[in-house]
């Protein structure tokens, strides 16, 4: 069963860092596109970043640009992080990790971490 387990959300203060991880099942993950993702309390989920099979091409929302970085390490299983830095309150939201599979649209999901930036 493919799974997508996410962690390293918590509270912090607004200026705050935190690095998410998710890590992937299995070793094919390593040949997909991996991305993060945001839930906050009565909004949509939102695009947060993107990683190619390599690490060589990231996307990022322009929300985001400048403070978070995502970065993959493929050694053994795949693992796909998140930094963020500069945290604001309105980054506060339930971060969800997924992979792109069939190259049609994100086919995994993770159950999300939460991630809580107070003021």
């Known amino acids: 069963q493919v799974q997508l387990v996410e962690s390293g959300g918590g509270v912090v203060q607004a200026g705050g860092s935190l690095r998410l991880s998710c890590a992937a099942s299995?070793?094919?993950?390593?040949?997909?596109?991996m991305g993060w993702f945001r839930q906050a309390p009565g909004k949509e989920r939102e695009f947060v970043a993107a990683?190619?099979?390599?690490?060589?091409?990231?996307?990022y929302a322009d929300s985001v640009k400048g403070r978070f970085t995502i970065s993959r390490d493929n050694a053994k299983i795949t693992v796909v992080y998140l930094r963020m830095n500069s945290l604001k309150p309105e980054d506060t939201a339930v971060y969800l990790c997924?992979?792109?599979?069939?190259?049609?649209?994100?086919?995994?999901w993770g159950r999300g971490t939460q991630v809580t930036v107070s003021s």
């Open positions: 990683i190619n099979w390599s690490g060589s091409s990231t996307d």
């Open positions: 997924a992979a792109e599979v069939s190259g049609k649209g994100w086919d995994y």
């Open positions: 299995r070793r094919t993950f390593s040949m997909y596109r």
